[in-house]
């Protein structure tokens, strides 16, 4: 049976930058995987930033958004169906990070996934300077993504002071006590700087496995209660462009945004690539992209953002 690894988190945790460096990591070790980018109703922002990863031994695929929930579902089991006849060792899917948790386990437990894939672990990513005031939707999706987790790897610990880091664990333990659950987080959280992982640190999470916790469902419409906006074609000096983006952050008449991701062409020759939240804006040069800006958030003013854009 093909194990499956579950790369989840919220919106801009990191989960694609940790995909990178655990999937070199299982390459190195000979394993042939497969990567399933499940972004619903998202362009493929993030499958362009796992193409340096793509080979022989790494094959990317894509659930596309689909129309409806039911439509996307249908179409990442049958995804998964296909993929199952590949022959990996492996497969990681990297869900949308505003994604039902109970989708993945249902799937897999449906015939004929059920006798071709095993869970194998369950990896959560967390901002290790979380963002404290989240919406009452947002704090649900938090909750379901960190209560199955085998591991809660911390992104960016090393720019963290020590209080930061205590106070994303308290945030994380608050979230399950909203959504009644019994567990509570302390040795399942690894905090270290990833540019400093070990094949040590890597063999710990490959193992972590998952938790089957239970805990109270909000019924959330993720299409309704989350939004993605899309900017085609846009140019502007890159040096403008951070502070473009903290300026919608924060004007609240824009809405509550969670994310800005996307890519500009500033010159014929040239490609960057924005990752944006309210914590952090990272703008860097990348070989190749498309010519989109994605927002991401809750009761968003596509005009009030476009004045910015």
């Known amino acids: 049976m093909v194990k499956i690894d579950l790369i989840t988190g919220f919106l801009g945790s990191g989960k694609t930058t940790f995909i990178k460096k655990y999937a070199k990591y299982l390459i190195d070790q000979g394993l042939n995987i497969g990567i399933l980018e499940n972004d619903f109703g998202a362009v493929n922002v993030d499958m362009m930033l796992l193409q340096d990863i793509a080979g022989e031994k790494c094959t990317l695929e894509m659930v596309a958004g ?15 169906i296909a993929m199952g006849m590949c022959g990996y060792d492996r497969v990681l899917i990297e ?16 015939s004929p996934l059920d006798r071709w894939y095993e869970i194998g672990n369950v990896i959560t990513v967390v901002d290790a300077m979380l963002e404290e005031n989240l919406s009452e939707d947002a704090e649900f999706i938090l909750a379901s993504e960190v209560a199955d987790a085998g591991i809660v790897l911390l992104s960016k610990a090393q720019e963290a002071a020590e209080t930061d880091i205590e106070r994303t664990k308290a945030h994380l333990n608050k ?23 070990s094949d040590a ?16 469902k909000k019924d959330i419409a993720e299409e309704d209660a989350f939004q993605s906006l899309y900017f085609m074609n846009l140019t502007m000096p890159v040096e403008k462009l951070e502070e473009k983006v903290k300026q919608i952050f924060n004007d609240k008449e824009c809405g509550n945004i969670f994310r800005i991701k996307g890519f500009m062409q500033p010159k014929p020759d040239q490609w960057i690539e924005l990752n944006a939240t309210h914590q952090n804006i990272t703008i860097q040069p990348i070989k190749k992209g498309q010519e989109i800006f994605i927002v991401i958030g809750e009761k968003l003013n596509k005009e009030k953002i476009n004045t910015y854009l």
């Open 66 to 80: 689909g129309c409806d929930k039911d439509c996307h579902r249908r179409r990442f089991r049958t995804k998964l």
């Open 95 to 110: 869900p949308s990070g505003i994604f039902d948790m109970d989708e993945f386990f249902d799937a897999l437990h449906e």
């Open 175 to 197: 979230a399950m006590e909203s959504v009644h659950c019994d567990r509570r987080f302390e040795k399942e959280i690894f905090a270290k700087d990833w540019n400093k992982l």
């Open 201 to 216: 640190d890597f063999k710990r999470i490959q193992s972590a496995g998952y938790v089957g916790a239970d805990y109270e």
